[in-house]
């Protein structure tokens, strides 16, 4: 019965040596490496498993270990295809909008018609703009100051320290 419960657990501690290598590559290379630490971090986690699927705890399991075996792997593939979109997330969703916007004008957009739709000081008058409506922030004259409703600073926060963990960079500012 142990060996089932710790084959359940399996994907979980592949999951976690593959952010515990994909943290450590990318620290030690300045964060010059990104794609290489997500491939290090994977293929670490996948190794770890297959190490631990291996020990004799298993052994009353599945006598062929087949079954563990595809099971941790199908789990261990969703675990870091969630992580792997999770780091993504930011790069991705720019590159998808372009993509769409692309595809809905008919595949083509000059240089000029990318930099008037995506102008910095548009984008950043409209998160101004939902931030003072959601109470995050607040404006007296020309200043913006932290609103009754804070959250998007704490959160801003733990990102930070975050970012510091994984790549070993403070956030700007």
Known sequence: MAGAAASALLPFVGLGVNVLVQVLVLRASSGARFRGSLVAGFAAGAAAMA?????PAFDGVDPGRSGTALLAAGAYLGFGFGYFSFLNLNQASLRVRIMKELLTEGDSLSLADLLQRYNAEQILEARLSRLLEGGQIRRQREVFLSGP???FLRLARLLDLLKLVVTGRKTCG
């Open 51 to 55: 190490a631990l699927l291996a020990l």
């Open 149 to 151: 409703r804070a959250d």
